[in-house]
């Protein structure tokens, strides 16, 4: 049934259109600011942010195998490009994962927005990894939107409040590491699209092989510092509300957009050529509509600098998205 729901859809011009792969992944990007905001939240409410990865994966991993079980979606690849499909998933996710962790630690010894800015320059990988492998085109607008993209992010961080003291040598070796295992998950997770032979595997399948990548992240993350204390903490975790809230807001976007958007979007971009630009759309999304998130729902005081950021990104991502 749900197979017979994809092939219509399929057969709908719009659904393998570039207007959809750019529609998809802007909406996806934009839907990760509520992990921006969650994973800033946590700390504050004393949630080690790691559990919400696991129980969040935990819970994506559950409701994919029932709609997998309950839909028939299954792989219609060869059992070997199955396997090879869901293990690149599998370790984008637990990439992924780690990432964020080193992240976090990053953010809380060094200066936020300008650990923030490098880290999402990662963005330039996945477009160059297509250059390199998948002869996916840079023309002059396509290069010129990457760079306006890159000086957004820069100007972003500018705008932050990085004044005190840091620990300069501990951040940046933090933020290095996380830099590489950004670019190392957005070229995983780029990677399937571009083979027409992956195509097979379901979305379902997908995002259950990232869920379980994940989850296996967070469990290698919390067995590494685990003692009496962080245990206690994880347990008094599990019972408060807030992690829930945090759980079922994160993935209730997260399932929905993966089996809908996210990897049909992501196929579509890559039939076009256009496989590299995914994540620099959805990152640029990700910081705009963080941006007026900031001004419209936390009432937070804009610069100039800011707005000058934010034509910057927007103007970015029109010119990336052009043929």
């Not at 690149?88 to 630690?105: D, E, P, R």
């Not at 409040?161 to 070229?187: E, H, I, M, P, Y």
């Amino acid at each position: 049934m749900f197979q017979q729901f994809v092939h219509f859809l399929n057969g709908i011009p719009f659904f393998s259109s570039v207007a959809f792969g750019i529609i998809a992944m802007v909406i996806v990007g934009s839907s990760w600011c509520l992990t921006g905001l969650v994973m800033g939240d946590a700390p504050k409410k004393g949630i080690e942010s790691s559990l919400v990865q696991f129980c969040g994966s935990f819970v994506s991993c559950a409701f994919s195998v029932i709609i997998l079980l309950a839909t028939a979606a299954y792989s219609t690849s060869t059992p070997k490009v199955t396997f090879l499909t869901c293990l690149t998933y599998f370790l984008g996710g637990t990439v992924n994962c780690i990432m964020l962790q080193l992240m976090s630690k990053a953010m809380q010894v060094g200066p936020n927005g300008i650990i923030w800015a490098i880290i999402q320059s990662a963005l330039i990988f996945p477009f160059l990894g297509g250059i390199v492998f998948f002869d996916v085109k840079l023309t002059a607008l396509r290069g010129t939107g990457i760079v306006l993209m890159l000086v957004a992010l820069a100007l972003f961080a500018m705008t932050k409040d990085n004044t005190g003291k840091f620990d300069s040598r501990k951040w940046k070796l933090l933020t290095f590491a996380a830099l590489v295992l950004t670019a190392l998950q957005q070229n995983i997770a780029t990677l399937p699209a571009y083979f027409q032979e992956a195509r097979g595997v379901t979305s379902i399948i997908r995002s259950l092989s990232t869920a379980s990548g994940t989850m296996f992240g967070a469990v290698c993350w919390n067995l590494a510092q685990m003692n009496r204390q962080y245990w206690q903490n994880l347990k008094n975790s599990l019972k408060r509300w807030t992690l829930w809230k945090y759980i079922m807001a994160l993935q209730g976007f997260s399932l929905v957009f993966a089996y809908t958007l996210f990897y049909p979007g992501m196929n579509v971009m890559a039939d076009a050529g256009m496989g590299g630009m995914c994540y620099p759309m959805m990152v640029g999304s990700c910081i705009v509509t963080f941006t007026l998130t900031s001004i419209w729902l936390l009432k937070e005081k804009t610069t100039r600098l800011q707005i000058i950021a934010l034509v910057f990104c927007l103007s970015g991502l029109v010119l990336i998205c052009t043929q």
